[in-house]
């Protein structure tokens, strides 16, 4: 299988945390503070997660939310499609102010040539 997120996980220097079955790492996105939250394994349902898993997700979301303290941002979106890449995991949307809200701000901090918050 060749999964670009499992592929990510090789490359250190993006993650910012880790614990027993989540990362936190850089979006590669350019809206500073964007961050990916990804199962360590390959895995593509949430149904197939246990309580333990739910506590760490937990966790990681937790010390997401330290980490996106410091960029101060207004809000942060919580994403989980996991259609495109197959591979479960959730992207952790800053919105700054004076950028759009709700789904347009989601659309167009998930596509391309997304604008740094001023």
Known sequence: MNCPIC??????TQILFQ???WILRKADQNLEGYLYMEHRRHLESWFT???GEF????RA??????????HNPEKMYIVAIAERVPHLHV???PRYENQDKGLDHIAR?????FPKPM
């Open 7 to 12: 592929e990510a996980h090789k490359n250190e």
């Open 19 to 21: 614990n027993e079955d």
């Open 49 to 51: 997660l246990g309580i």
């Open 55 to 58: 506590e760490n997700y937990g």
């Open 61 to 70: 979301l937790y010390k997401a939310k330290e980490i996106l303290k410091e």
């Open 91 to 93: 992207h952790l949307i």
């Open 109 to 113: 901090a998930t596509g391309p040539g």
